[in-house]
């Protein structure tokens, strides 16, 4: 027993020296953790499309339309671009992308108004960027709504006009309705997931090369190490990472403590497995290249599931990624209790024993 535990401290120790001597492999398991973590809440710092461009077709020409747009100018979303009278230059201006909306100001705005009308404002936008085209209409219905229930007092006494009641949305949990607080908080178990599986898949091709063949102790040796790696770099991104850029975070504390060993487990078991049928080293980026971004959409962030083929939704449920993303979503961000994961536990718990297994058979037991 004792025999066994020293193999196993030695091959433990091993896998970091062997991963620290080679650059590549310690680029992506290690350092690449460092990186991604600026790199991508970065890109998306500003969280919101601001300042974009609109026109404004302007058919009345009144103090009514003259104070919408005043408002429409001071609103941070938008940016006009230029005001008109013609809606066919404004429709030009949307063809030839030099503006992303058009607000439409009829020459009936202020008698409709003041008469208690049924009429109003006209919005078009460009479906182009679904998040621009949000921004945008955020931006004016907030500028319009003010300035026509300001307009509605002033003729209350002499109009049965009033302003239907606003909605106003609150986020439970992307406060901000930012976009880098919604999109790293699903990337970031995926960053993990492919750093991982690289790095695992480049070290263990480049062990079978020179006719490497485990020993039970050297496998799970090789396996702590990766784990301690893999839960190190988990707790960096959802702790410092998401505390540093003030994205939602810690949920269920305790929940994610529990999830980070048993996703990684199953990670490293892929992984392994995969790195059993590799020739080459150089091999494991192919399959870095043509699954990352699938295995992002099929985990149902960037689209959701039942939007999707049934087939689809199936394959997409295999995968540890896809589980690993949504517990973590919802154990981070929206502080579910434990129990409400513990489908995904079990099946990632399961789905790291039989990787596991089929890469000890390959690696240690399979004849060569």
Known sequence: MKQTLKSFLFYFVKTFK????????LTTMVLSIFFYSFFY???YKAQHAQALPIIIVDEEQSALTASIINAASNSPNIQVRAVTGNFAEAEMWVKQQR???????PNNLSNSIHRGEVGGVGLYLSAAYFLRTKQIGLGLATAIENTLAERAEKFGQISHFSPVLSVHQIPLFNTLSGY???IFPAIAPLIIHQTIVLGLCMLIAGYRNSNWRSKTTEFWGLFAAAL???????FYLFGFTFWFYDYPRGGNFLGMLIAVP??????IGLSLVLASYLDLPERAGHLI????IPLFLLSGTAWPHAAMPQWMQYLGSV??????IQMFIQLNQMGVPTQMVITKLIYLSVFASICLSWAHYRLCIKPK
């Open 18 to 25: 062997d991963i620290t001597k080679n650059s590549s492999i």
């Open 180 to 182: 880098g607080s919604y």
């Open 262 to 267: 048993i996703f990684i487990s199953s990670v």
């Open 319 to 324: 995968l540890p990624s896809t589980q690993g």
């Open 228 to 234: 301690s790696i893999g839960c190190l770099g988990c």
């Open 41 to 43: 809440p970065t890109a």
């Open 289 to 292: 290249v043509f699954t990352s």
């Open 99 to 105: 503006a992303d909306g058009i607000l439409l100001l």
